[in-house]
């Protein structure tokens, strides 16, 4: 596994119904060269960092296809370069939600409190990171 991580293109996600869900696609050379299997957790730093889960993909050498969710959170765009480095799952103790409104407020109470719950379990997240 590399500590130092290695640089990829940004393309577009292929799958349908994966937007939002914290998931990246990589073949399996560049998992190879990252040292990840699916599954695994990366760190994608671009304008800034986020987390996201390896999971595979049939093309793409030194290619990482993430959605445009995932892109917004590293702040690059499609054919940009990418840092992507293998990183330990860690889990979080409490997450913080913030509306994306300045100085909007969020009431989360009864039933809706499971499905946020429920959403964000087992997805990787890092401070300021936008979620659907």
Do not use: H, Q, W
Not at 48 to 53: E, Q
Not at 84 to 97: C, D, Q, S, Y
Not at 111 to 123: A, E, M, V, Y
Request: hydrophobic residues 35%.
């Amino acid at each position: 596994m590399t500590t130092d991580g290695i640089v990829l293109k940004v393309e577009t996600a292929t799958e349908r119904g994966e937007a939002g869900l914290g998931r990246v696609r990589m073949d399996s050379k560049t998992r190879a060269l990252l040292g990840v299997v699916p599954g695994d957790i990366v760190e994608i730093v671009g304008k800034r960092s986020t987390a996201a889960k390896v999971f595979k993909a049939d093309k793409g050498d030194r290619t990482i296809y993430m959605d445009s969710l995932t892109r917004e959170c590293a702040g690059v765009g499609v054919g940009d370069p990418v840092t992507v480095i293998p990183r330990e799952k860690i889990v979080a103790g409490r997450v913080t939600l913030a509306p994306d409104i300045p100085g909007g407020k969020l009431k989360i109470s009864g039933d809706k409190t499971d499905i946020i719950r429920k959403g964000l379990d087992n997805r990787p997240l890092m401070a300021g990171d936008k979620v659907d």
